[in-house]
């Protein structure tokens, strides 16, 4: 189970600088978590849930990380407020796995394709990552 409060690492913006989470509600299959610096009219949320469909060796879970946040939009004359989202899906086999290999290749693939840059062992907040390049630019 993840902490009340996410910091020391677990968070990082595009500057590299630690973001701070506090949970705000917690249920079977759901846990919300508020950025500790939002404001009333900018929520900045991360939004962690789980389902399970199917039986025996059929049993699979579906995850989904979320992040929204809630911001000024740019380019408006008057002010107007509009939402980002971010998120990754992880469906994935539970009721007949021996191990999580897979799965954590294919999670350390996202990642690394998210935020590196061709360099080994080097993560890139700052949006300059190979696929977080093609996803801002629409590219393919």
Do not use: C, W
């Not at 939002?38 to 929520?43: A, I, Q, T």
């Not at 000024?72 to 107007?80: F, N, R, S, V």
């Amino acid at each position: 189970m993840l902490s009340n409060t996410l910091v020391t690492n677990e968070i990082r913006n595009k500057a590299g600088a630690e973001v701070e989470f506090n949970r705000l509600s917690l249920t079977d299959q759901k846990t919300v978590y508020a950025a500790s610096t939002e404001l009333p009219n900018s929520p900045h949320r991360l939004t962690i849930s789980h389902e399970e469909s199917g039986k025996g060796f059929n049993l699979r879970r579906r995850t989904s990380v979320r992040f929204d946040k809630t911001h000024d939009a740019a380019g408006t004359e008057a002010p107007q407020q509009t939402r980002t989202s971010v998120y990754m899906v992880l469906d994935t086999p539970i009721g007949a796995v021996i191990n999580y290999d897979e799965t954590l290749n294919l999670i350390a693939e996202l990642v690394s394709f998210m935020a590196g840059n061709g360099t080994a062992d080097l993560l890139k907040y700052d949006g300059t990552g190979t696929g977080t390049a093609a996803v801002i630019n629409g590219g393919l």
